[in-house]
């Protein structure tokens, strides 16, 4: 089939690549113009594992090639997915503004197109929106009718970030919305290759079905790091409660790893929005409060910690390891590490900060942070230092290091191993 993806972020171009490589011909659609060249050139624009070695090879192929042209884009294909950003508004809302503009350019482009085209929303929306908003742009720009002229579908994507590629490409399951049986038999034609089971539902359940997942992903993160506050009060292991209570099968051990909780560009705006939209509702969200409540107090735990163990932070150096909200991106977005950054500053810290791959991007939010080339300089005689991303190479983080640091403390926002108790270290809800 014919495909165009309009947005090439960690959803999009994944998708775009992995469409290609199931034998597609896919056209990605950026507003940004360096992204496109870069995609053109078989060049990968962002960290993800995989993925720079299957784009160079669809787009020598010819299988898959990138424009800024949304018109184009979409005559010449039969689906056009949507997968724009849906950040967050200053008040926690969904902020619909990307995803309005480019359903108002597929409108456009719908207008002058022949022949039966399906538009699937991929990008994270409240339930309601394709239907409520999406679907009047296309009809008001196009000035044809949803399920008639032209399908709809709403089409979650539920990869993580760092394996976007593999998700997609082998996902735990194919949540198609669909507006009308043709869009939905359209879209579950051109996913006939991969090997997940397809669940087919009304438009808004699929809406609902990813907001609803990452919550509950969300809340085993906070359930478990409040558990863990307690066993750090009792001196209990909290690796070994997750372990006994994960070994339910009803349970999972999966999302019970206590930490600094959680970030990144979904969990936080996701679990906010659905926050928001069920206020609108008026039905009261009091469980995901909570989930946001107990993260927000545990991405600046390790600081606190820091202060218990050396005192008042005023002139201190502190070194941070571990920039992006989890190890294998280069994404810091809700990071918990830029939350410890601007407390330590606030604090009056001087902060010097190592990633293998986000520095660039925290460059951005915190520029006024030394950046440095490796841990071992990172944490060369500074006071203490605190782990906010579970990094392989942190694995090695030794002893040897801890002796050239001046009060040998570092606080662990991540379990990166299973020794207990070690002079210099510090868990965020172990010992
Ligand atoms: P992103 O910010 O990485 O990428 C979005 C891209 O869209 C950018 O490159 C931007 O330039 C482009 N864009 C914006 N407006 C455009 C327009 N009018 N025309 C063409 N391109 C345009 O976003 P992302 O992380 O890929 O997320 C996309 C959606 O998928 C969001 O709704 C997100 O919630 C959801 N999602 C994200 C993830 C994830 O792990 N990142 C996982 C599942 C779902």
């Known amino acids: 089939m014919k495909v165009s993806i309009i947005g090439t972020g960690y959803v999009g171009l994944p998708a775009g690549a992995g469409l290609a490589s199931k034998g597609h011909e896919v056209t990605c659609v950026d507003i940004d113009e360096e992204k496109v060249e870069k995609i053109n050139r078989g060049e990968c624009p962002i960290f993800e594992e995989d993925l720079p070695e299957l784009l160079e090879q669809v787009v020598s192929e010819g299988r898959l090639e990138a424009t800024t042209d949304t018109e184009e884009a979409v005559k010449n294909s039969d689906v056009t997915f949507l997968a724009v950003g849906t950040p967050m508004k200053e008040d926690g809302s969904i902020n619909l503004d990307y995803i309005k503009e480019a359903a108002e350019d597929v409108g456009n482009a719908l207008k002058g197109k022949d022949g039966y085209h399906v538009v699937v929303v991929k990008s994270t929306v ?3 929106t394709t239907e409520e908003e999406i679907i009047p742009i296309l009809e008001e720009e196009s000035g044809k009718s949803a399920g008639e002229d032209f399908g709809v579908c709403m089409n979650p994507e539920f ?9 997609f490409l082998d996902p735990d399951r194919i949540v198609i919305g669909e507006l009308d049986e043709r869009s939905g038999e359209t879209l579950e034609k051109l996913y006939r290759d991969f090997e997940a089971p397809i669940l087919r539902t009304e438009v808004k359940a699929a809406e609902l079905i990813k907001y609803a997942s990452n919550s509950l992903l969300a809340t085993k993160i906070s359930f478990i790091n409040e558990i863990g506050n307690l066993c750090k009060e009792l001196g209990i292991d909290v690796y070994e409660v997750a372990d006994g209570v994960g070994m339910d099968h009803r349970i999972k051990r ?9 970030g990144g560009s979904c969990f936080p705006k996701d679990v906010r929005a659905l926050i928001k939209f069920m206020e609108e509702k008026e039905v009261e969200p009091s469980i995901l409060e909570s989930v946001i409540d107990v993260n927000t107090d545990q991405k600046t735990k390790p600081v606190e910690i820091l202060e218990e163990k050396i005192g008042d932070l005023e002139g201190k150096k502190v070194a941070v390891l ?3 909200f989890k190890p ?31 520095m660039e991007n925290m460059e951005k939010i915190h520029p006024d942070v030394k950046y440095v080339g490796s841990y071992q300089e990172a944490l060369r005689g500074v006071d203490a230092g605190i782990i906010a991303t579970d990094w392989e190479e942190f694995k090695d983080i030794d002893k040897d290091v801890l002796d050239r640091m001046e009060n040998e403390l570092i606080v662990l926002g991540r379990r990166i191993w299973n020794k207990q108790g070690l002079n210099g270290f510090k868990g965020i809800a172990w010992d």
């Open 328 to 358: 294998g991106t280069d994404d810091v977005r809700n990071s918990p590490a830029i939350d410890m950054i601007q407390e330590l500053k606030d604090k009056g810290a001087k902060v010097k900060a190592y990633d293998p791959e986000a």
């Open 159 to 167: 990869l993580r970030e760092g394996t976007a590629l593999k998700d």
């Open 126 to 128: 409240v339930p309601t």
């Open 322 to 324: 571990g920039l992006a």
């Open 254 to 262: 999966d999302f019970l790893n206590a930490g600094c909780g959680f």
